[in-house]
């Protein structure tokens, strides 16, 4: 049972270029988000999604784009890289409506964008 | 909405010394709350989490946390800090209808030995 599963783990983006983060689960879980982590700011939510083909904005959402076509695949995708999208990703999911099941989070992505 | 505040950024203790970390939740009900540990280069794993009963509970690598309803509060507490403690600590609150988290900016534990 790998969980969630994130990739890449680094990369190295320029100004302009696209790129998408991979997230994928198997724990059958419905709800799954995204979200970056800066320093000294804790985490802040991208996007989530409660189900296949529904997706929501969180707090930051500009600059990037989710599909669900699946319940495993959940990828976020940058269209315009820009210098403040450098963070870590970090892709979580978990199971049930109503937060008593906590998240299961990803080991990240660490991109970079020069 | 919902959020949290972690008054501490950064927190030194010495080995085998107690710990107690802070965290104060806005949220207009009872709140679901929990503790994630962060270690370097690592994602968030749950320390502990709680949903109702009793206010204190206990999670894993010996960390517990009580509730506080008249303080907002939900501090992280370990009796003897280990070297291997040392990480990133972040509070959250779920919204008990939607489950959406609400983390904190998080308090880094540096372990001196």
């Known amino acids: 049972n790998a969980g969630v599963t994130q990739t890449p783990k680094f990369r190295i983006l320029k100004i302009g270029q696209s790129m998408t983060l991979q997230c994928t689960q198997d724990?059958?879980?419905?709800?799954m988000y995204w979200y970056r982590q800066d320093p000294g700011m804790g985490l802040k939510l991208i996007y989530y999604?409660?189900?296949?083909?529904?997706?929501d904005k969180g707090e930051v959402p500009n600059g990037y784009n989710v599909s669900r076509s699946t319940t495993e695949d959940f990828p976020l995708r940058l269209e315009l890289a820009a210098p403040s999208q450098t963070s870590v990703y970090f892709c979580?999911?978990?199971?049930?409506?109503?937060?008593?099941?906590?998240?299961?989070f990803g080991s990240g992505t660490r991109l970079t964008v020069v | 909405a919902q959020s949290v505040t972690q008054p501490d950024i950064h927190i030194t203790v010495s080995e085998g010394a107690s710990l107690e970390l802070r965290c104060n939740y806005s949220y207009g009900a009872t709140p679901y709350l929990f503790w994630y540990v962060q270690s370097p280069g690592q994602g968030l794993q749950l320390l502990l989490k709680y949903f109702s009963g009793d206010t204190l509970v206990q999670g894993i690598k010996g960390f517990e946390a009580e509730f506080k309803r008249s303080q907002s509060s939900f501090n992280l507490r370990k009796p003897s800090v280990h070297w291997s403690d040392a990480a990133e600590y972040f509070c959250?609150?779920?919204?008990?209808?939607?489950?959406?988290?609400?983390f904190g900016a998080g308090t880094r534990l540096t372990v001196k030995p």
């Open positions: 959250a609150v779920g919204a008990v209808r939607t489950g959406d988290m609400r």
């Open positions: 724990m059958n879980h419905n709800y």
């Open positions: 999604s409660v189900g296949a083909g529904i997706t």
């Open positions: 979580a999911s978990r199971l049930q409506q109503g937060a008593s099941y906590g998240y299961t």
